[in-house]
């Protein structure tokens, strides 16, 4: 048992323990080390091939050249269409391991053999990774997890980026290199209409509730702070959203409201504007309101796009 | 003969109180909200209409609206659990048990996930189907065989209908977040953010309940001494059962098409109203159909109070409220048997 | 308690049933391996990757399967026969939504967790803590079957309604996390979860039989169960505590598998036509529809498992209602 153990560990390249009797760095491979958010240091004697990842990261490593064998987290709707949350992943190439938040198929996720497990944070928590397994998990496949809210989104995709290096992404590549710089000129542009001083305030609604988005939470609306947008803060500290009964639809003053625009989770804008007091908000009065592509994947590419629509909304808007 | 009297004395003043107190209920449901507006002027706006457009947004836009649909879905509720308890003579049976909420559950679910469909109008009348469909199964396999649809076989086959509904539901809410999102908010159950169009569409369903179900309570008073007795006296017992039926479903499909799955009203209420009138259906009926509106709203108007800025679904609040209130009642007073 | 031919045919029948699909549940799964890999593998040897699924992953899942069924099929027995009433499982005695809402706040708000204690140990202090409650508030001068069911009703709305507050104030997908937890599900259970449901269920299990002359009286009703000798107050509160030992640790290492405590005691009725509340049968019908339905769970999608609280229901419904139609007739 022991020698089958020993030459798994040596053979599978298992970490924990052949970090203590083999010693790294020499002959075989270089050994591979990555610190996470949690502080914690994930290492392989060599560099990861087989990566199973959480979807959204997936979808953000994706776009730097990495291709996960494995992914977990929604992929597609009942009705046989991509979420939004998936990007340019090409789900025909990649095994899932579980869509569902609670399910992870531990069985599937050994099958493939994999040497390194991705996944996001939002606080402390490692999303979709079941806590009982976690050990075994580990025993085969160190977890690397990054922490996405209280950070903005040009943070979050450079966390990204840092990973996909690591992995041994070449992201010096030009295509890369080439959607950095459209980024990056988006970000400029947003500065430049953000100067307008309009202010924008971004929720979801539900046909009982109006819900403010939390820059603190939501990366983009932080990136979109940091480039000078005047995103309204509402009072719900570090949660995703503060909840509105729809009597206090004006609590929020502002010139523009970004609507979620994710079918399933915020009503239809016909819907919306037959609410009384939501018809009454100065911004909707003016007819400044837009979408919100929320979930946007954290890569360039996919990023850009929201910038400059979010540049062409606050340059049509004028200040109520 | 002087025990009828006092009898009689304390369903009468029992049922003018229940007004009185829905009365009441509905007033608190207009003037009080997330936004205090003060009594003054919700007054002046439901006098005259068209005065200051913000409080007109509120008083009228909002809190009308929701206040009739208080009145409409709690009686609803209310009688449709009177006649399933009195139908099935089971205690623990509530509207949902014909599988009417899970059925509809079900409908809204695939209309939100396989449909696309994202507008209230639109499936209001896919929960309404899917009630129907799901009350019209358990009725078929309840009514097979001898003694046609016994109250144990009603009870039954309802929890299995419910049971196999509900699983096919969270099926798909599992395959996919954002639907559950979005039901997780209806299947609470909520007054508020209906459209008020729909109050007229769906009161002409529960009108037609509310007849149905007066009409077949004589039969279950007889029906309550037993079978033979009932069908001696001259009783057509399928009729009166396949009767019972319909309007439950007219009265809680419509009742959870609107507002959702509002648990506990029909469940609570038709015990207080027995320890009130004693277990004459009519008198069961017609109180049910008072207590459980004010049950309703009075839950409502706190669940807009507690979570400022913020609100408590009414579903919420009327289990948080009607929970130990239902318990203290069930600990002082002889529960009625059925 | 003399078996007649009938129970022990039944009886051994659901025994080799769920033995056979102990042996699929161990063998079949998204990890590729032959039936020779999976025997020796369960006696240490072989690939280690393959080692690891079969001991850290099928073998523990497999066991809850089994232990949950048991546990769950003998529960609502218990649950049925105090309360006299088919519809009287755990769920409407406030056991399974004591333990929900514990379970679900630990999940979301991570409550708990500052006294060490993880979903599971939460769920059974929820489950015992909500019952007893119950109890306590059904007591006036001993109680009755219909009071404890009435406030258990009452109890299980106001957690459920606790449990429905925290669902929305939480984000959507770990709102998702604890609808899997509240459908019920074997997914990602290791030997920590084997353990205390295993010492339950051997703990709990012979108590159950050895209760069953004073629940076959009570299921006669008071006076007659009293006629017969049998203590009602004591028994009424020894079949509750059984009863909710049990439910209560297995919804704490699977969450509630909905339905299971319902269906396994009709199912079984149906099947022995027994003179006495059914035990045995009832908690081997419980084992098999939950191997089955967990076999299903996890081969059924291609892209991923469910979780075994909706094959249940989906695969237990249909059983019922057959049997009801059958014997409606």
């Known amino acids: 048992m022991n020698t089958t153990r020993r030459a798994f560990l040596g053979g599978m390249g298992l970490l924990a323990l052949s970090a203590c009797d083999v010693p790294r760095g020499t002959a075989g491979g270089t050994a591979w080390e990555f610190t996470d958010d949690r502080g914690k240091k994930a290492g392989r004697p060599a560099r990861p091939q087989r990566v199973v990842a959480q979807i959204t990261a997936a979808a953000a490593l994706w776009d730097l050249g990495i291709r996960p064998v494995g992914v977990f987290g929604p992929q597609k709707r009942p009705d046989g269409s991509a979420e939004a949350m998936i990007g340019n ?27 390194l497990l991705v996944t996001v944070m939002y606080g402390e928590e490692l999303w979709y990774v079941p806590k009982e397994p976690t050990p075994t998990i580990e025993s085969v496949a160190p977890i690397v997890g990054l922490r996405l809210n209280g950070r903005s989104a040009r943070t979050n995709i450079e966390s990204f980026v840092k990973l996909a290096e690591a992995l041994g992404a070449d992201v010096k590549a030009p295509a890369v290199v080439q959607a950095k710089a459209e980024f990056d000129r988006a970000a400029e542009e947003l ?98 309101v837009f979408d919100w592509a929320a979930e946007t994947p954290y890569s360039y590419n996919r990023l850009a796009p929201v910038l400059r629509a979010l540049s062409e909304s606050l340059a049509k808007a004028r200040r109520v | 003969m002087k025990w009828g009297n006092a009898l009689t004395f304390r369903r009468r003043t029992g049922l003018l109180l229940a007004l009185l107190g829905l009365a009441a209920c509905a007033l608190l449901s207009i003037m009080v909200g997330s936004r205090w507006l003060g009594v003054g002027t919700v007054l002046e706006a439901l006098a005259n209409p068209g005065g200051d457009e913000a409080t007109d947004a509120i008083v009228w836009g909002l809190r009308v609206p929701r206040t009739g649909f208080g009145l409409a879905v709690g009686a609803a509720l209310g009688m449709a659990g009177a006649l399933m308890q009195g139908l099935t003579r089971n205690p623990l049976a509530d509207p949902g048990l014909l599988g009417v909420s899970a059925g509809a559950s079900l409908a809204v679910v695939l209309s939100t996930g396989l449909l696309g469909v994202t507008s209230l109008s639109g499936y209001i009348w896919f929960a309404f189907a899917g009630a129907a469909a ?74 037609v309940g509310a007849v ?57 209420v038709p015990h207080i109203a027995r320890a009130i009138c004693g277990a004459d259906h009519r008198w069961v009926l017609a109180l049910s159909a008072v207590l459980a509106p004010a049950l309703l709203l009075a839950a409502d108007v706190l669940g807009r109070l507690v979570a400022h800025p913020d609100e408590l679904h009414v579903g919420i609040v009327v289990a948080a409220l009607g929970a130990p209130f239902f318990i203290a009642f069930v600990r002082r007073s002889r529960v009625a048997e059925l | 308690m003399r078996a007649r031919p009938r129970t022990v045919l039944v009886c051994s029948l659901l025994a080799a049933a769920a033995f056979l699909l102990l042996c699929l549940e161990i063998t079949i799964g998204d990890f590729p391996l032959t039936v020779p890999e999976v025997a020796a593998g369960l006696f240490g040897s072989g690939d280690p990757a393959a080692l690891l699924v079969i001991n850290e992953i099928r073998l523990p899942r497999a066991l809850i399967g089994v232990l949950i069924g048991l546990a769950f099929g003998v529960g609502g027995l218990l649950f049925q026969a105090l309360a006299r009433n088919p519809l009287a499982s755990p769920d409407v005695i406030g056991v399974t939504d004591g333990a929900n809402t514990f379970a679900v706040a630990t999940l979301l708000t991570g409550a708990g967790a500052s006294f060490g204690l993880g979903v599971s140990a939460m769920a059974v202090l929820g489950g015992v803590v909500v019952s007893a409650i119950v109890v ?58 084997v353990y205390p449901l295993a010492i339950a269920v051997v703990v709990l299990l012979p108590a159950a039989l050895l209760l069953w002359k004073w629940l076959a009286g009570l299921e006669l009703g008071e006076d007659s169960a009293t006629g017969l000798g049998v203590p009602v107050q004591t028994a009424r509160l020894a079949v509750m505590a059984v009863g909710v030992g049990l439910v209560s640790f297995a919804t704490a290492a699977a969450g509630p598998v909905a339905f299971v405590a319902l269906l396994a005691p009709q199912i079984a009725l149906r099947l022995v036509r027994p003179s006495v509340p059914p035990m ?29 609280g909706v094959v249940t229901g989906v695969v237990g419904a249909p059983v019922l209602l057959w049997l009801l139609a059958r014997s409606f007739r």
Not at chain 2, 140 to 156: E, I
Not at chain 3, 152 to 170: E, F, P, R, V
Not at chain 3, 297 to 306: K, N, P, V
């Open chain 1, 89 to 115: 992943v090409d789900l025909s190439t990649t095994q899932s391991v579980g869509t569902t938040y609670g399910e992870f198929n531990v069985d599937k996720f050994l099958s493939l053999r994999p040497d």
């Open chain 3, 280 to 308: 045995v049968t009832s908690g081997l019908v419980g084992a098999v529809v939950v191997l089955a339905a967990d076999l299903i769970a996890r081969t059924l999608l291609s892209s991923g498992e469910l979780p075994v």
């Open chain 3, 136 to 193: 306590a508030l059904s007591w006036k001068r001993g109680t009755t079957g219909l009071r404890i069911v009435l406030v258990g009703i009452g109890m299980a709305a106001l957690c459920g309604s606790i449990t429905d507050y925290l669902l929305l104030k939480s984000g959507a997908f770990q709102a998702q996390q604890a609808v899997v937890w509240l459908v019920g599900s074997l997914s990602g259970r290791t030997w920590g979860s």
């Open chain 2, 134 to 207: 799901a009350s019209v199964v358990v009725f078929l396999l309840a009514a097979r065989g001898v003694g046609g649809p016994t109250p144990t076989k009603l009870a039954l086959a309802g929890a299995g209908v419910t049971a196999m509904a509900g699983s096919v539901t969270t099926s798909l809410l599992l395959a996919d977040a954002a639907t559950l999102d979005r039901y997780r908010f209806w299947s609470v159950g909520a007054l508020s953010g209906q459209d008020p169009a729909t109050l007229g569409q769906v009161l002409p369903f529960l009108l």
């Open chain 2, 212 to 268: 149905l179900a007066a009409a077949i309570t004589p039969g279950m008073n007889l029906l309550a001494l037993g079978e033979d007795t009932a069908r001696g006296l001259g009783q057509r017992i399928g009729l009166i059962r396949v009767t019972g039926v319909v309007a439950i479903t007219l009265l809680a499909g419509a009742g959870v098409a609107v507002c959702g799955p509002i648990a506990f009203v029909g469940l609570v």
């Open chain 1, 191 to 288: 500065t430049a209409k953000a100067k307008s001083g309009v202010k924008a305030l971004f929720v979801s609604a539900t046909k009982d509730k109006l819900y403010i988005a939390t820059p603190e939470y939501h990366g983009d609306l932080k990136l979109f702070k940091e480039l000078g947008v005047d995103v309204v803060v509402p009072n719900a500290g570090k949660d995703a959203f503060e909840t509105l009964s729809w009597e206090q639809a004006d609590r929020y003053q502002a010139d523009v409201v970004l609507v979620d625009n994710r079918a399933a989770t915020s009503m239809p804008r016909a819907e919306l504007n037959a609410i009384p007091t939501w018809a009454r908000h100065p911004a909707v009065k003016a007819g400044q």
